[in-house]
């Protein structure tokens, strides 16, 4: 009997930590790429309404990372993206019952609530689209812009720890003094461009880190 519940434990742990590797490689393989793929195409598409949107991205890379340690942020933005689509179907089901029966149906407050004020489907769908896309394409912009200036943080700060070691104690409090005065697209592409000479002249290999909308850091020329 006891056998069994060892051997029944190491198989919930086999499956777990294998559970874990897959979760892994799906990240590595597809979901990171997929997320970076729609954060550029969401930053493309604002960048044809507002010029310098990635110059704002990248303004307040110092002010992104602290306020992730304030708030959960990509759970919280996630839950207020989502929350319009959720409501959107949730009253379009109150509708489907209500035209389904005479009788009074309780489909739940939240829908009750909402169709009392908006009787006729199509005013109610028409308020749901629009407020829905504005509440999406808010915390959207501010979901990538929180994300981008944090990962902008601590891929600049990784690299100038990295090459340390090779430059003048002078040379790197200026590169440490020139990564605090970013507040732009400009200034923060400069400071990688400084970071990537030092890199390659050292035969220094700075890794695979990506930004939204610039690239792939260490080809940053």
């Not at 704002?56 to 002010?63: C, E, G």
């Not at 902008?152 to 605090?180: G, H, M, T, V």
């Amino acid at each position: 009997m006891e056998n069994t519940s060892k051997l029944n434990r190491l198989k919930a742990l086999s499956g777990v930590l294998l559970l874990g590797i897959l979760g892994t490689a799906l990240w590595e393989l597809l979901i990171r790429d997929l997320i970076f793929y729609i954060g550029n195409l969401f930053v493309s598409t604002f960048s044809l309404f507002y010029k310098g949107y990635v110059n704002d991205m990248y303004s307040h890379i110092f002010a992104s990372e602290y306020s992730f340690q304030i708030l959960p942020s990509i759970i919280i933005i996630l839950v207020i993206i989502a929350l319009p689509i959720y409501l959107f179907i949730k009253v379009q089901f109150a509708f489907i019952k209500h035209e389904s029966t005479e009788n009074d149906i309780k489909s739940g407050i939240i829908a009750d609530a909402i169709f009392n004020i908006l009787k006729k489907k199509g005013r109610a769908s028409f308020m749901f689209i629009l407020t829905g896309i504005s509440i999406i394409l808010m915390y959207s912009d501010l979901l990538i812009k929180q994300i981008s200036g944090s990962e902008a943080y601590r891929i600049i700060d990784k690299n100038l720890i990295i090459i340390k070691p090779y430059i003048p104690e002078r040379e790197y409090d200026l590169l440490q003094s020139e990564f605090r005065l970013v507040n732009s697209k400009d200034k923060l592409l400069h400071l990688i461009i400084e970071i990537n000479k030092i890199a390659n002249k050292n035969k220094i290999d700075l890794g695979e880190s990506k930004l939204l909308a610039l690239g792939t850091v260490k080809n940053i020329k």
